[in-house]
């Protein structure tokens, strides 16, 4: 059960302790104003997110010492509980515009947030048994499709058209790393396009946002409102920021400023040479989560490091972009940097299983 032996990639592990030390004091600026309004208190946001971060990590530090082949038989089981909370959190769930959260014990579990991971998990383990099966359309790629098409339709009802996409991504990238023909996956991003494109059309806000992402300016006080304070943020950072704790955006200018926008507030204290750390950052993880996957020890370490790598980077790709107004506006934290539970313990949990492959690897 437990990996002897080994060293951790030490990379990797120290990119992730230095963006979730950073993400603690960003928190802590960025949300001491709206503490204080809420709560009477300036360190209620930080606290909570110091609680998760320390749980967290106690869950990474354990999964890099257990086996990651543990997991492989927890495949399905695990994908059935996804499901039975993806499908219960549009009952029960709670939240203001979305019903995202289950509210367990005084915190919100995101249950799409588990399904990424879990998702991730089970493609790695279905293509590593399955090998020269894959490249059959109907016996390898369909049942795999059916079950991202069942999970995203969930997430779409929530809704969360962010992690959504990030969910079909990161299998998209394990299907590729799999073997899966390049010519299947082709065909099935054209089948699934104009699926996403109704998606995206079927809610008239999503294509306000479509249309403010275009032109900002042309709704200034509505869904550009986000887009427009974000990017003064960033601008007013200059190279070297306003300094730690002076923005002026979260002062109820910007809004998520703690969590889907947090960057901005980051760009705007630290400037564009903290934003381009935070960036590099993100690069050496993913460059260490693509080393640690070539030099797995079998096929489902390579699949699962280079699904726990895509996940990760992607998502931190997507919400950089809409911060900065290359992407249309869709919520989705920045991980291990913005405030929320979820999506910091699954990141962590993902980096502990992505260092106990890194143990494991073959020099």
Request: charged letters at 10%; hydrophobic letters at 55%; aromatic letters at 12%.
């Amino acid at each position: 059960m437990f990996t002897k032996g080994g060293k951790i990639d030490l990379w990797a592990f120290a990119a992730v302790i230095i963006l979730l030390s950073l993400g603690l004091v960003m928190v802590f600026s960025a949300s001491s104003v709206m503490g204080l309004a809420d709560s009477g208190n300036p360190y209620y946001y930080v606290q909570r997110q110091t609680i998760l971060a320390a749980v967290g990590l106690v869950l990474m530090f354990v999964l890099m010492k257990v086996d990651y082949h543990i997991f492989k038989p927890l495949a399905l089981p695990g994908l059935f509980i996804s499901f039975a909370l993806l499908v219960a959190v549009l009952f029960i769930g709670s939240g203001t515009g979305a019903t995202r959260w289950i509210r367990i014990a005084g915190f919100n579990l995101q249950p799409s947030e588990v399904a990424k991971l879990v998702m991730v998990n089970y493609v790695a383990v279905y293509l590593s048994t399955k090998r020269e099966k894959v490249r059959k359309f109907f016996s390898g790629l369909l049942p795999i499709l059916v079950i991202t098409a069942a999970q995203f339709v969930l997430i779409m009802l929530e809704p969360d058209f962010g992690t959504g996409v990030a969910l079909i991504f990161s299998v998209l990238v394990v299907l590729f790393a799999g073997g899966v023909h390049l010519g299947q996956i082709t065909f099935v991003g054209m089948m699934a396009a104009p699926v996403m494109v109704y998606f995206l059309l079927m809610k008239e806000y999503r294509v306000r946002r479509l249309f403010a992402f275009l032109d900002p300016w042309s709704d200034p006080t509505d869904t550009g409102w986000n887009v427009i304070q974000s990017l003064l943020a960033i601008g007013s950072g200059g190279l070297f920021g306003l300094g730690l704790g002076k923005s002026k955006q979260k002062f109820s200018y910007l809004p998520e400023h703690h969590t889907d926008f947090i960057f901005a507030i980051l760009c705007e204290e630290l400037g564009f040479l903290g934003g381009l750390s935070v960036l590099l950052l993100y690069f050496v993880l993913a460059w260490r989560g693509l080393r640690i996957a070539m030099r797995a020890p079998d096929l489902y370490g390579t699949l699962l490091a280079i699904g726990i790598t895509s996940m990760i980077a992607f998502q931190a790709l997507l919400n950089i972009g809409v911060v900065t107004g290359s992407l249309p506006v869709t919520g989705i934290p920045l991980p291990f940097i913005s405030h929320g539970g979820s999506s910091l313990l699954m990141s962590l949990a993902g980096v502990g299983i992505l260092l106990n492959i890194s143990r494991q690897c073959q020099d």
